[in-house]
């Protein structure tokens, strides 16, 4: 007998075994994704961070060039001597863009980074938003140190 084709059985079969392969692979590739998620949110984070820094950093290097320093007031806004726009006063926020840079957790809670001056050197403190992305400054949340004080950060609020 000359058969073309397959049978109803070896088709079931085929259709059987594919679908315990795919039962069995599911859990890892989902898990992966997720793997993935919370790394790229995390790397957000640490994005976020950088952007503040470096221009927090630029605005104290503007400012020591005008012979101003930053205000240790927790901010880095500061009038330029002489340079009062018809606006008012120019402030070294007037001269590179420093703004809160935001990032999300893995729940989907949204945070902003800011800077200060503290006397010696730019600081980095992070905060939840309350919709103005403008973070209010809180000592616990204080970046002290990049390489390992945002690691911790991180594993502390990524899932609030």
């Known amino acids: 007998m000359n ?3 397959f049978t109803l059985m070896e088709l079931l ?7 315990i392969v795919a039962a069995a692979a599911a859990p890892t590739f ?3 994704a997720k793997e993935a998620m919370e790394e790229a949110k995390k790397a ?17 290097a503007i400012a020591a060039s005008k012979g101003v320093l930053p205000t240790t007031a927790g901010n880095l806004a500061v009038t330029l001597p ?15 863009p420093i703004a809160a ?12 980074f800011g800077a200060y001056y503290d006397g010696n ?26 390489n390992t004080d945002l690691d ?3 594993n502390n609020i990524k899932n609030q």
């Open 3 to 5: 058969r073309k084709g």
């Open 13 to 19: 079969l085929v259709v059987a075994v594919l679908a």
């Open 30 to 32: 989902f898990g992966g």
């Open 44 to 60: 957000s984070m640490m994005s976020a961070y950088q952007n503040t820094m470096s221009g927090a950093n630029m605005l104290t």
């Open 82 to 96: 002489g340079e009062a726009p018809a606006g008012g006063a120019k402030t070294i926020n007037d001269y590179a």
């Open 101 to 112: 840079r935001t990032f999300t957790n893995i729940s989907g809670k949204q945070y902003a």
């Open 121 to 146: 050197k730019v600081v980095a403190f992070y905060n939840a938003t309350t919709g103005t992305n403008e973070p209010q400054y809180a000592e616990a949340n204080v970046i002290n140190d990049a």
């Open 152 to 154: 911790t950060k991180w």
